[in-house]
């Protein structure tokens, strides 16, 4: 019967129709009642719902009750009794009857009280003009109602201080002054004190050493009025010393004026949830293969640094690679490689105890040492050299001797001057300088270097760019016959005409153009030019037959196509196969074998001549060298640079002149052509004349100069016929 109806909430409609009859019963029961027992049940059944329905909303108003209260005076339902039994059966039955669910709810008792009174209230507005007699009777049913509302709310303190005595969550009172005014058990529980203990103290005495302040000031603006409330995660020192973690939630109470009057604050114990959290947290910013800081909590402690940083502060930083680490993992696995970091790990955290260095790893085989001090470079250098001598110790692992070595990238400099992001750029640079320079090394970072680097990388960037828009140009230095000084061939040198950087030499972009593989097409590029060029002083001089030599480099002579791209450029230009001369240095052709080998075979017949540059550099094989269809060595510098003739070493002179004589009776006995470089000086063209040596080049017999200077010179008649 008494049920949840349909109207939700708890709201019984069964229970309704149940109180409605048994107050029109009352009414009827305590005096005149001009409606039939049926009329008045219909009624008070609607007046019913709608006090539930005001007692369920989720704003509330005690208006509904005022407006019961007037109705049942205009039914002429105005007997004192029946209001007695109205504003009774509110408080007693009302909410057992018609929403059950809700009977034991702090705030529906409060409204039942409201209600009773607003009922009152309501019945006694409505009795204000009727007769003397019935105002009378009205007034003893208001002082009834009254007295009503009184117990009600002596009933709703004393339900106030159930809860409160038996809470599960802390709660407690204190003045404006921080005295502790009450407090429940669990209160006393969760700090370990007696109630009477904590009603003698006051709240600041409570609170954690590393909170006091800030929670103290928190308190003082609450009580002062300029915060309603205030809720916070904080400690407590409990009596034992030991620290409880608690969500704290306080509330000001106020005097009627507004003033402040109390607060009260409501405390859970959360030292589990923050445990748990904080070992969340542990987890979230530490390696959980060597338990060290991770990386994303080494950028939050370098960006705490570059926040807190001074005007003087230095930052250093050591970032460690393992060298052949991947080796050991693909050799012996990764569970053993696994447990040669934990070990790295531990002797790198070794390393620093201590120091207050912070030690990550940042992923794979990479680590970070963060040099917090004002040593300077010093104090980082110390550190690499504690690291490298940490890791390079073997590591027994199992029934495995392990032995690695690391390269470490050193970075300090004055935090004002750098960011985070620029601090690590650096570091990765200077980690790959010391790879570059051999494993087991530390290197320190240099700006200049870091700039050349850059600008070597920005070279390297252009490159293709620059070839497309036809920027690099070739200029041609002169080889001269050192019998008669005649003009006989010259070699084709290139060069870049950058639109920023001017002229510049091959030996900035060359090296740059074989890493990236660019080589074969900026060589195919010199190729053709040359024969142009070569083809336009033939056609305009033909009485000369001025040989055009072409530098090939070793990606271009291993290119299955080479020998299509030299018939191409002839057959494109028109030059004569006998006036290009190829040249490649000693090791590339020294090492050839298969299809290079081959290739250079087919060249020769194209009718090429083809000449070993820089010869006397490598390790020449004689034997193979008479095997290879080569028309033309050129001397090394070096040999023909220590033909001085000054007499400051003679000595010296003596050997590099008999090691260029052998060297040409050599080439001599292998009907090969001979052709000295670097000659600087006219004494050295007379001596290497008189060696027999038939060519030479060098600055003595001109500089590389652009085709047009070239031209100049056999209009001028130098080159032989």
Not at 10 to 22: D, K, N, T
Not at 579 to 597: D, F, I, K, N, Y
Not at 624 to 635: A, D, N, V
Not at 694 to 707: I, K, L, S
Request: charged share 25%; net charge negative; proline share 4%.
């Amino acid at each position: 019967m008494h049920g949840p109806g349909p109207d939700g909430g708890g709201f019984s409609r069964p229970g309704a129709q149940a109180y409605a009859a048994e107050w029109a019963r009352a009414v009827r029961r305590i005096g005149f009642v001009p409606l039939s027992a049926t009329e008045t049940e219909r009624l008070l059944l609607v007046h019913t719902v709608r006090l539930g329905q005001a007692l369920v909303a989720p704003t509330f108003s005690a208006q509904a009750a005022e407006d019961v209260g007037q109705a049942l005076v205009e039914a002429h339902l105005t007997e004192p009794g029946a209001l007695d039994w109205s504003i009774q059966a509110l408080g007693d039955r009302f909410l057992p009857w018609v929403l059950p669910v809700r009977t034991e709810l702090p705030e529906a008792r409060e409204r039942i009280a409201a209600m009773q009174g607003a009922l009152a209230a309501g019945f006694a507005r409505a009795l204000r003009d009727r007769t003397f007699s019935q105002q009378e009777r009205i007034a003893r049913s208001a002082w009834q109602a009254r007295d009503a509302v009184e117990q009600a709310l002596r009933d709703s303190e004393a339900r106030f201080r159930a809860v409160f005595t038996g809470a599960a969550i802390g709660i407690g009172i204190a003045g404006v002054d921080g005295r502790m005014i009450d407090v429940n058990q669990s209160f006393a529980n969760m700090l370990g004190y007696r109630i009477e203990e904590l009603r003698e103290m006051n709240v600041g005495a409570l609170f954690h050493a590393d909170d006091a302040a800030g929670m103290w000031e928190l308190y003082q603006e609450l009580v002062g009025g300029k915060h309603d409330s205030a809720r916070v995660e904080k400690r407590y020192h409990r009596k034992d010393g030991s620290v409880v973690w608690t969500d704290l939630a306080v509330s000001l109470i106020r005097y009627d004026d507004g003033r402040p009057r109390f607060t009260v604050a409501m405390i859970e114990d959360i030292t589990e949830r923050y445990e748990l959290q904080q070992r969340l947290r542990f987890q979230a910013l530490h390696d959980p293969l060597t338990g060290l800081p991770n990386r994303t909590l080494f950028f939050e402690t370098l960006g705490e640094i570059f926040e807190t940083a001074g005007p003087e502060q230095r930052i250093g930083l050591c970032f460690i690679d393992l060298d052949g680490f991947k080796a050991i993992n693909d050799s012996l696995g990764h569970d053993l490689g696994d447990r040669l970091l934990k070990v790295i790990g531990r002797r790198l955290a070794d390393c620093v105890a201590g120091r207050g260095h912070l030690v990550a790893r940042m992923g794979g085989d990479e680590f970070v040492i963060l040099v917090d001090s004002d040593g300077g470079l010093d104090d980082a250098v110390e550190l690499a050299e504690l690291a490298l001598a940490a890791v390079s110790a073997p590591v027994n692992v199992g029934d495995q001797q392990l032995a690695v070595s690391a390269s470490i990238g050193i970075v300090e400099c004055p935090a004002a001057e750098t960011s985070a992001s620029e601090l690590m750029k650096a570091a990765d640079t200077t980690l790959y300088w010391a790879k570059a320079e051999g494993r087991g090394r530390w290197a320190v970072y240099d700006p200049e270097r870091s700039a050349a680097d850059i600008a070597r990388s920005a070279l390297a960037a252009g490159l293709p760019a620059a070839l497309d828009r036809g920027e690099f140009v070739l200029h041609y230095q002169p080889i001269v016959s050192l019998l008669d000084r005649s003009l006989v061939a010259v070699e084709a040198l290139v060069r870049w005409q950058h639109p920023e950087l001017g002229l510049i030499g091959p030996d900035r972009f060359i090296g740059l153009a074989e890493e990236t593989g660019l080589i074969v097409r900026l060589g195919a590029w010199v190729l053709k030019q040359a024969c142009r060029d070569a083809e336009g002083w033939r056609r305009a001089y033909p009485g000369t037959r001025l040989v055009v030599s072409v530098n090939l480099a070793a990606r271009q002579a291993d290119d299955p196509a080479i020998v299509e791209t030299v018939a191409e450029a002839l057959q494109h230009t028109g030059l004569p196969a006998a006036l290009l001369q190829l040249e490649l240095t000693e090791s590339a052709v020294m090492g050839t074998a298969g299809e290079p080998l081959r290739s250079l075979r087919r060249l020769a017949d194209l009718g090429v001549r083809l000449a070993i540059d820089d010869f006397g550099t490598g390790y020449s094989n004689l034997a193979y060298l008479r095997r290879l269809p080569i028309h033309c060595l050129k001397l090394a510098g070096p040999f023909v640079e220590g033909i001085r003739a000054d007499g400051t070493d003679v000595a010296a002179d003596h050997r590099d002149e008999r090691i260029v004589d052998a060297l040409v009776r050599l080439a001599h006995a292998l009907e090969l052509w001979v052709t000295a470089e670097a000659v600087e000086t006219e004494a050295q063209a007379e001596r290497l004349r008189a060696l027999r040596c038939d060519t030479g080049q060098g600055r003595w017999f001109g500089a590389p100069m652009p085709a047009e200077q070239i031209r100049a010179r056999l209009a001028g008649g130098e080159a032989a016929a």
